[in-house]
């Protein structure tokens, strides 16, 4: 637990206060006890004074009787009359014995003391005790007899006075009874009262003479009492551990001496009882600390227990665990806040999960994406590789999809993808393997423990299934797709890698229109190849290492150079000149073909006005792939390209093959008949090698046909290509056709091709290729040759 935690504080502040308040009243208790027992002791101090004095004085009264009974004896009279003084002196002392008197006194009327059972006379008579007995006499004259206290010999005496009546007064008894033990036993009213009765001389020190005290407690009072002249009345004493509160009674003092009486009272001893009582509250102080700290614990873990378990249902929603739950029996604030939180919880869940739906399925389909599928390949391979099994992913691209996105809009394409994606759940079965989709027109399955020919069969049947055209909103599509499969642990190790070896196969089934292709390194080599390949391509266009060579085309009526076609070479840095059959089918299947043509048709445009400015009007031939007829832009690009170099669309015509309008008809036409709308003459390239039906050649702007150079390179020795190229010239010239041949090598070719009555020759009789700039010079030449003279 926390130091500062808000049940250690809680159950601190609890504690200290109830401490606080218990500490208090236990001293104001102790406080109360003590002033009590010190009021307690006074007042019992009180009450001992008076009786300290009422027994002193009853004392006097006791034997004052005694005397007075001596004082009217008939032989102590006849004794003192006659002068008897030995009678006087025994008589005297026997009384005084029987009183316990050890100083009898004979005094005459004027107070001078005249015998005395004390031998020394003479020494009474001088000191202070003459003084003492003749105050006493003149206060007996006045009530009849006296009592007193005095000091004699340092000690304190009480003295009696009566007169010796014959009938009338002729001398005065004193008796001094020494205070003595008994007296201050019978004046202890209460049995803890102590009473001591103390002398001074003159040099102040006082001593003790009687005291219910020890000796050694006795002594000590005598050196705590304060000096005779200092008229204390009250006084706490401390002797040894034991507290004391003290009365002091004067008793008696003369020139020489003091006496005085102390009460004393012992503090502690009254306090004795209180102490238990205060015990008891101390241990009930402690008892209700600890009841109180036990309550306050429970209390504070009532409030700080929600409080922590909502920090911990608030730690496990920062580590993404939403099914924390917190038990709200609670009723109070920390209940509503705890509520509250749960609502916040469930909030958030549904907000992540949202986001988590967002991040890791794709919207369009409601399928797995990329992220998602990375995933589940991540745990497939991880389980393949900890049970020894393998796993393998399948990855599919539509063929042309763009294409049907670019014509049919995005809505459509969105629909189809949607399609897609329900043939290939329905291919899948209920088996639990779904697809994702990648991006795109990609799509991924994986293939938990599975083997490779489970995976190409699969592939297999997901082909087929795609055969089946899609008809969406009263359109037919027919969809094609490239398979690649990988699998681990043949293929990769790890799900990055297994992703781009999938992709390779991928790409490779798609060059190679081959449908499915399960991965193997030597695809990765060519296809890395084939990467370094476009790059340097790319390279090549803008280091300009791109030439437009140009080849005749004569017309065989007449002989003259009517028209030339454009050939692309490439000089390369390495390996020198590349004839186009290298680049070319590369350059088709990876799409740069369209930056290729571009290059081509703006030189053959820029060569066209260079020509045209030195006279020359010839028509050039580009050649157009499969490709650029996809390309919507086309012809919004090629009429660009005329109108920067000023050259007129008819200047040109475009070489097609039969197998690029046969690709995708559909789009062929649409982007011919632009061409053709903007009067660019159109041109049937290699015709005989395709499987062209006569009724898309009718329905095509074409204005040309070139038959290819296989039936033609031999056609002098070859009666088969001779009828096939008859034919061709036929059919092409029903046709409204202007009919060229290519490949022509000799001049019975070139004479045979006129029998037949062909428009064009082209051939390496008439000129191979030369860079366009050469052509000028040539064709000066051409002209000198072929000019019929005159
Ligand atoms: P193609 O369009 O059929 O071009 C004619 C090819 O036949 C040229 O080869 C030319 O040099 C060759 N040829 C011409 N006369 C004769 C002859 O008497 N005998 C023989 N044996 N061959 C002859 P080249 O220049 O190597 O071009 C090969 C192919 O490359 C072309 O066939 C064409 O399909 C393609 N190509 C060339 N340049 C381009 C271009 O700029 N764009 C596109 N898309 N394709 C091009
Ligand atoms: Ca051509
Ligand atoms: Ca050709």
Same mark, same amino acid.
């Given at each position: 637990m926390r130091v500062h935690s808000l049940e250690n504080r809680v159950v601190t502040l609890f504690i200290g206060l109830l401490l606080s308040v218990q500490l208090a009243a236990f001293f104001a208790i102790g406080n109360a006890i003590d002033r009590n027992a010190r009021q307690a002791v006074e007042a019992s101090l009180k009450i001992n004074e008076r009786v300290f004095e009422k027994v002193l004085d009853q004392n006097a009264q006791k034997f004052l009787q005694s005397v007075t009974v001596l004082g009217r004896e008939y032989g102590f009279i006849q004794a003192i009359a006659s002068k008897d003084v030995a009678t006087i002196i025994s008589t005297l002392s026997n009384h005084g014995d029987r009183i316990g008197s050890d100083l009898a006194i004979l005094a005459e009327l004027? #107070?001078?003391?005249?015998?005395?059972? &004390?031998? &020394?006379l003479q020494d009474l008579r001088k000191g202070s005790l003459q003084q003492t007995v003749s105050a006493l006499i003149a206060t007996a004259e006045k009530t009849g007899s006296a009592s007193g206290s005095a000091i004699v010999d340092g000690r304190p005496y009480q003295f009696l006075v009566a007169p010796v009546q014959?009938?009338?007064?002729i001398a005065w008894i004193v008796m001094g009874i020494p205070m003595g033990k008994n007296l201050v036993n019978e004046m202890r009213?209460?049995? &803890?009262m102590q009473i001591s009765l103390l002398t001074s001389d003159q040099g102040a020190n006082w001593k003790t &003479?009687?005291?219910?005290?020890?000796d050694e407690y006795a002594q000590k009072l005598a050196k705590l %009492?304060?000096?005779?002249g200092q008229q204390v009345r009250a006084m706490p004493l401390q002797i040894e551990e034991d507290q004391y509160s003290a009365h002091i009674l004067p008793l008696a003092h003369n020139e020489q001496y003091n006496a005085i009486a102390v009460l004393q009272l012992s503090i502690s001893e009254a306090v004795a009882p209180y102490k238990e009582l205060q015990r008891n509250l101390l241990i009930l102080t402690v008892l209700g600390a600890i009841v109180a700290s036990i309550v306050s614990v429970i209390t504070a873990r009532r409030i700080t227990n929600p409080v922590r378990q909502l920090a911990e249902t608030a730690r496990s929603l920062g580590a993404g665990d939403y099914t924390a739950t917190i038990n709200v029996k609670q009723k109070d604030e920390i209940g509503d806040l705890a509520r509250t939180f749960m609502t916040m919880r469930d909030g958030i869940a549904q907000r992540e999960k949202e986001i988590s739906r967002l991040a890791y399925?794709?919207?369009?389909?409601n399928l797995p994406n990329r992220a998602l599928f990375t995933d589940m390949l991540e745990e497939a391979i991880a389980s393949a590789r900890s049970h020894e099994k393998s796993c393998f992913v399948l990855m599919m691209d539509l063929d042309r999809f763009k294409h049907v996105n670019d014509v049919m809009g995005h809505r459509f394409g969105d629909i189809l993808l949607n399609q897609v994606a329900i043939r290939l759940s329905a291919e899948l079965?209920?088996?639990?393997?779904k697809p994702a989709r990648l991006g795109g027109d990609e799509f991924a399955i994986l293939l938990p423990n599975s083997s490779k020919k489970n995976a190409l069969d699969l592939a297999n049947r997901i082909l087929r299934s795609l055969e089946k055209p899609i008809s969406i909103e009263d359109q037919t599509v027919d969809l094609g797709a490239g398979i690649g499969i990988a699998g681990f642990p043949e293929h990769a190790s790890d799900a990055q890698s297994l992703l781009s070896r999938v992709e390779v196969a991928m790409y490779a089934a798609k060059l190679g229109n081959s449908g499915a292709v399960i991965y193997s390194p030597d695809i990765d080599k060519s296809s890395q190849q084939s990467l370094s390949l476009l790059s340097e391509l790319r390279a090549a266009l803008e280091h300009q290492a791109f030439r437009l060579y140009v080849q005749p085309k004569v #017309?065989?009526?007449?002989?003259?150079?009517?028209a030339v076609e454009a050939l692309v070479r490439w000089i390369h840095p390495e390996r020198g000149f590349i004839f186009p059959d290298q680049f070319i089918p590369f350059a088709e299947q990876t799409g740069f073909i369209r930056q290729l043509t571009h290059w081509v048709m703006n030189e053959a445009a820029r060569v066209c006005h260079v020509w045209q400015q030195q006279g020359i009007q010839l028509k050039i031939s580009v050649n157009i792939s499969t490709r650029d007829l996809l390309d919507q832009d086309l012809p919004g690009k090629f009429a660009q390209i005329l109108q920067n170099h000023e050259v007129?669309?008819?200047s040109f015509c475009l070489e097609i093959t039969e197998s690029a309008i046969m690709d995708d008809p559909v789009r062929a036409f649409q982007t011919l008949d632009r061409l053709h709308a903007m009067g660019l003459e159109l041109s049937i390239d290699d015709f005989g090698t395709g499987y062209s039906s006569l009724a898309y050649l009718k329905r095509l702007p074409v204005h040309e046909l070139k038959i290819d150079k296989s039936f033609v390179l031999k056609m002098e020795t070859d009666i088969d290509d001779t009828k096939i190229v008859k034919s061709t010239i036929d059919l092409g010239h029903n046709m409204g056709l202007r009919v060229v041949a290519e490949g022509v090598e000799n001049l019975e070719v070139m004479q045979l091709l006129k029998e037949l009555g062909c428009d064009q020759a082209q051939g390496y009789y008439i000129s191979?290729? %030369?860079?366009?700039?050469?052509l000028p010079s040539w064709l000066l030449k051409w002209q000198e040759q072929h000019t019929p003279a005159g």
């Open positions: 004027d #107070g001078k003391i005249s015998l005395s059972t &004390n031998a &020394n014959a009938p009338v007064t009213y209460q049995p &803890n &003479n009687v005291s219910t005290l020890s %009492m304060p000096p005779a399925w794709d919207t369009l389909t079965g209920t088996g639990g393997t #017309g065989l009526d007449h002989g003259q150079v009517i007129e669309p008819a191979k290729p %030369m860079p366009s700039a050469d």
